[in-house]
Every structure is written in C-alpha cells, then in structure tokens.
C-alpha cells in the first residue's frame, strides 16, 4: 500500500500524524541507501571474479537502478512534507547542526564583522549568540523537514525535447525488414520467380565416371555432388535436365528424381468400403479439385481392404478440400494421413528414400530378387527363409 503524502495545507490531519509520516519517510530513506551500497559492493566483488555470468551482473545492474530510482523518489517526497511540532524531540537535533553548520559558513564569508565584534566588548559575544539563538528558531520553523540524510541538488530529472521520429511501416521481403519509403510502390506487379529444377540422383556403377564427364562437356552448368550411393546431378535449366534424363536412358544409367514440392496427402473417411476409386476422383474433379493420387488403404497383416481412401493433392488444393463435405452422396470427413515411421522405401527397386512415381531403376522383387515387381511375382507364398535383397542376407526381407 502507498503511503500517503502529508503536506502543511492538509488541514486534516494531525500534527502527530504528519510526525510520524516524517520519520518514516527518514528511516525508508536510510534503509534504501543501505540497500544501494550493498548492491554497489556486491558487484564491485562481481566486477573481480571472471568466471561470473553475464546475466548476473546484468541482474545487479538492474536492481542497482531500481534502487536509486527508488530513494530519489522518497527525497523528492520528503522535500514536500515538514514536521509541524516546533522542538520535536525527533528531528531538532539534525536543524541544531545545520543551524550551527549555518552560522560557520556566515563566519567564514564575514571574517571582519565578526571580528570587530569580538574587539569591542563581552556584550558583542551574548549578541552574536542572540543571533544564532534567533536564527536557529527561524530554521527549526523553515527546515523542520530535513532528517540524518543529505537531500539530492536535483529531485526530479532533466528531461531533453527529443524531436519527433517519423512513423515508418515495415514489411518483409526474402527474409529482409525493409522500409516501404526505401522502396518503390507497393502497387508494382511482383517479379517471376525462377521454376525450381529437379535434381538427378544417378546411383553409382562402374560406369558413372564415364556418364559424368559426358554431362560435364555437354552441360557445363551441371554441379554433381556425392552422397551416399548416389550422385546428385543439379542442371542449370529445365531444358538441361530433360537432355540429362535422355542421355541416362540412352546409357542405362540409374537414377530417380526428387520432387520439389512434398504432396500433401489426405485420408478420406466415412464411405462403403467397397467404393470405386474412380468414383471418388470423379466426384472430386466435378466439386473442383485436381487430385495426383487415389487410393484404397488396406490393412498391413492381411492386406484387406479398409473403409480408407488416401488422396495426394498438390499444396495449393489443400484449401479447397476443407470445403468438401459429401462424396458419391454421402457425408465425408477428412484426416491427416500418418505414414509408418521410417524411411520411403520404393515398390519399383526397393531401395529407400524415393517413391516408385519417380523411379528410373532397374525392378527388383522383393520376394524372389528377380528383375520384375513384386506385384507381379508368381511366388504368391510367405517364404519360410526369406532373403534381403539389400543386405544380401538370409532370414529377413528388404525393409526400413
């Protein structure tokens, strides 16, 4: 709670009361000072010890100001008040010292008038101590408010007239806080950004060196980077990587490529389970919405089919099939889809971290390791000891 401020024109309250508030405001004082010199100590030891974080001392720092902040603003509240009890018991003491402080420092700026009086007579002397006597009774009056404490020369702080700052908006661009008058208008048609090029990955063979010094006379511009098994070819140009996809086919090179965009893919629920699919797309491209990918999801022990469709959609449909809310008639809700852990692994070559849409590498079964798919394997059994075509070990099959 906020102590009240007691002035000499408040007429209701008691001269005790005003008393009190005076000493509280002296103790408050000294106790806040005790305060800042503690704090001051604590970070002169800090200063001396290195291995102290920055984050304390930026903590001693604020308390520091907090604390002068603090006392100033009860010496500028104690420069309001006075104790209106003439010879208080309480704060005559410190006025009978500044009295006496006083009249040192009129003897010290009139060294002649003083001394002319102490030439003359005994009387002189009971007349200069009438005088301070007088002047003492008139600072007990005027300068009842000081206490054991030094009141500041300036309570209340400078402030300086700043001249306005301009208001200035910002907006983004690639990443940059730019200001809108730095730049041309806003109204300005945007300019084309470049198509991104899908990269190559050319799997290494005995033959890759060959392949790679073709493109680099060929395409210049190409970078081909290591990783892995694999050669990530990067064409300059659209044009550059379809001749690039040309010369692999025509030199059997292995390869796949990468997708730029991630499709997003979607779980549709709430239909028969024996529900075409390409009713489905049907519905869809009336309602406006292209699709990349549809298919039944079925379950992994037995591969029966489920009551679940999952779509692929490119990122600018995915707005729009919040809107969907029937499909063939009936009432449909839609989910995230949430892919086993683990990485891709291809249907085409079994090998990881591609999918079979973008796969340019010889099929390889599975079950058999023959060159086909494994849907189109005639061995339709579960083989007692199986073999990874990978690993090229018994006992388990390729998988993540």
């Known amino acids: 709670m906020k102590t009240p401020i007691f002035d000499d024109r408040m007429e209701s309250t008691s001269d005790e009361d005003a008393c009190q508030h005076v000493s509280y405001l002296g103790a408050h004082a000294t106790s806040k000072e005790n305060k800042l010199r503690y704090l001051k100590a604590e970070i002169a030891i800090a200063i001396g010890m290195p291995s102290l974080p920055e984050d304390e001392m930026e903590k001693l720092r604020q308390e520091i100001t907090v604390a002068e902040n603090e006392l100033q603003t009860i010496l500028g509240e104690l420069a309001l008040v006075t104790c209106p009890i003439v010879n208080c018991p309480a704060h005559s003491f410190n006025l009978d010292q500044n009295a006496k402080t006083k009249t040192k420092t009129i003897n010290k700026i009139k060294p002649n008038e003083s001394s002319a009086k102490i030439a003359n007579n005994t009387p002189a002397k009971n007349n200069d101590k009438s005088t301070v006597s007088s002047t003492t009774e008139k600072n007990k009056i005027k300068r009842n408010r000081q206490e ?82 694999y050669i990530r070819i990067q064409p300059k140009s659209q044009e550059d990587n379809e001749n690039i996809v040309k010369l692999l086919i025509i030199k059997k090179g292995q390869y796949y490529t990468k997708d730029i965009t991630t499709p997003i893919k979607v779980v549709i629920k709430g239909l028969p389970i024996d529900t075409d699919v390409a009713d489905i797309e049907a519905d869809l491209k009336e309602q406006g919405i292209k699709i990349e990918k549809i298919a039944q999801l079925r379950k992994f022990s037995n591969k029966a089919p489920l009551p679940f469709f999952m779509i692929e959609l490119k990122p600018e449909e995915h707005t729009k099939i919040a809107n969907v809310n029937s499909l063939c008639y009936i009432s449909v809700w839609f989910d995230p889809f949430r892919r086993k852990p683990g990485a891709t692994q291809c249907y085409n070559c079994n090998f990881f971290n591609h999918t079979s849409k973008n796969c340019r590498m010889t099929p390889r079964c599975i079950k058999c390791g023959d060159n086909h798919r494994t849907s189109d394997c005639p061995q339709k059994e579960r083989s007692e000891n199986p073999h990874c075509i990978n690993c090229n070990e018994d006992g388990h099959i390729a998988s993540p």
């Open 148 to 229: 054991e404490f030094k009141l500041p020369k300036n309570v209340a702080r400078v402030t300086k007239d700043l001249p306005p700052v301009q208001p200035c908006t910002t907006k983004k661009l690639r990443g940059v806080r730019v200001s809108v008058q730095d730049t041309e208008e806003e109204n300005d048609p945007p300019a084309p950004t470049t198509p991104k090029i899908k990269p190559i990955m050319m799997r290494i063979n005995k033959n890759y060196n060959l392949i790679l010094q073709e493109i680099y006379r060929k395409y210049q511009n190409t970078i081909n980077k290591s990783t892995g098994d």
